[in-house]
């Protein structure tokens, strides 16, 4: 049987987790246990919990979600009511962490390696003093094991040093202060596509945060989200991001800073079959067969 390896608790007697993981879901069980499993699975010296939150599915995700709930030693937190959309649902999941960093990964998503929370966070302590806010790797984007056009997501190291680039990390591979995230007011729920991106903006010009970008995979992300299912979503995208922009930098500024924008994401562009791939599915396996 695969169990978490943080450490149980009674989250009402014990203090904060350090890392906050938010997965917002709707009629997700096709995909979602690798979500699960890859948080579960994290070997980590400081405490982790899972912020899960379903907007009303009825595929059976909340079901599977509520079993590994039940998991001796589980620190999955549930909420399940309607929202008014993705990033509506994010922002529940951020009123309801309590971890010092947070971390959205999709229900469609999975972390990279047991160890892969631990190695991002090396060297940081819970309260730490001159922790950087924001905490930033890479994500590979694509379909684990099929070969074709995939993405090699990498942070632009630049960041650490300069804002207001144009340039950003996914939000599959940055750990954020929640401080942070609380300050700008979470998601703008009103946008469709891109508040992830414009949240990170937001970021830089709100607090200029401390960036600290390591040289590690964190996430794998399948293709076909919402912001990446086709080119016009590409562009709707931007020009949310464009109108977001532009009441605080101006028609000039803004047109080049998504100008940078898809110039990144141009660059990431592969072909072939995708490095990584679901190292937990032998445990998961496992499990099916004990159930």
């Known amino acids: 049987m695969i169990r978490p390896m943080h450490a149980a608790a009674d989250v009402s007697n014990t203090p904060g987790p350090f890392i906050t993981f938010v997965t917002v879901s709707l009629n997700a069980v096709r995909t979602i246990e690798d979500t699960l499993a890859s948080v579960a699975m994290q070997q980590a010296d400081f405490a982790i919990e899972h912020v ?20 001796p030693g589980s620190r999955i937190q549930r909420v399940y009511e ?21 971390h959205f990964l999709n229900a469609d998503d999975f972390l990279l390696a047991a160890d ?35 993405r090699r997501r990498r942070t632009p190291r630049v960041i650490a040093r300069k804002r207001g680039t144009g340039f950003f990390p996914l939000h599959q591979a940055m750990f954020t202060k929640r401080t942070v995230l609380e300050r700008v007011g979470g998601f703008d729920s009103k946008q469709r596509i891109a508040a992830d991106v414009s949240q990170y903006y937001d970021i830089e010009r709100v607090c200029h945060p ?15 989200g919402v912001s990446n299912a086709n080119l016009r979503a590409v562009y ?11 009441p605080m930098h101006g028609s000039l500024r803004s047109a080049f800073m998504v100008t940078m924008k898809t110039l990144q994401s141009l660059s990431e562009v592969r072909f072939g079959v995708p490095p990584h791939g679901r190292w937990f599915a032998s445990a998961l396996r496992e499990n099916r067969k004990s159930a």
């Open 52 to 71: 899960c939150v379903d907007g009303g599915s009825s595929d059976g995700t909340r079901e599977l979600i509520d079993d590994w709930a039940a998991r």
């Open 116 to 150: 892969v929370t631990a190695r991002a966070m090396r060297g940081l302590t819970p309260g730490g003093a001159g922790s950087p806010d924001v905490v930033a790797g890479d994500v590979t984007m694509g379909e684990p094991g099929q070969r074709g056009l995939w």
């Open 82 to 102: 309607p929202d008014k959309g993705l990033f509506d649902a994010m922002n529940k999941g951020l009123r309801a962490a309590r971890g010092e960093y947070v």
């Open 236 to 246: 709707n995208g931007s020009m949310e991001i464009f109108r977001h922009l532009r």
């Open 210 to 224: 401390s960036v600290r970008v390591v040289d590690l995979d964190v996430a794998f992300m399948r293709a076909g």
